[in-house]
């Protein structure tokens, strides 16, 4: 039997394609789940059934499929490294260069969350940090 041909790699152009249109499918998953719940709360069920059957879509197919093409994800080492790395610049660099910007705009409110949202992503850090010095050594 031969071997399957050998993926051919994708350009750097639908590489940055997917990740885009990856981005906007876990957006739209999210916020139609809330729009979901406003639906519910404001007593219109048939409509929050709508916004939730969108946003499993969004999610479990058009994010699914694109994320396979991308081959996200590998060794669970690997995602660790990955899930810090973004941990880390969401904590140390984004979150609080977002808080000085919404503080310098008069916006504290905005501010103070993003500093605790900081806060949080420095946590989910650590503990994968932790969850990577736990994995077996190869």
Do not use: C, W
């Not at 071997?3 to 990740?19: D, I, M, Y």
């Not at 916006?107 to 850090?125: C, N, P, S, T």
Request: proline letters at 3%.
């Amino acid at each position: 039997m031969a071997a399957a041909p050998a993926a051919t790699p994708l350009s750097e152009q639908t590489r940055a394609n997917l990740e885009t249109a990856m981005h906007g499918e876990a957006y739209a998953n999210l916020k139609y789940l809330r729009y979901a719940d406003q639906a519910e709360a404001a007593g219109h069920p048939e409509l929050a059934r709508l916004f939730r059957e969108s946003a499993n879509i969004e999610a479990n197919e058009h994010f699914d499929r694109e994320a396979f093409a991308l081959q996200l994800g590998s060794t669970d080492s690997a995602n660790l490294e990955d899930a810090m790395a973004g941990e880390h610049y969401e904590n140390i660099t984004m979150y609080v260069t977002f808080a000085k910007q919404a503080e310098a705009a008069g916006d504290l409110k905005v501010a103070a969350m993003f500093r605790q949202i900081a806060v949080d992503e420095g946590a989910h850090y650590e503990a994968y940090r932790n969850a990577l010095a736990k994995l077996p050594s190869k």
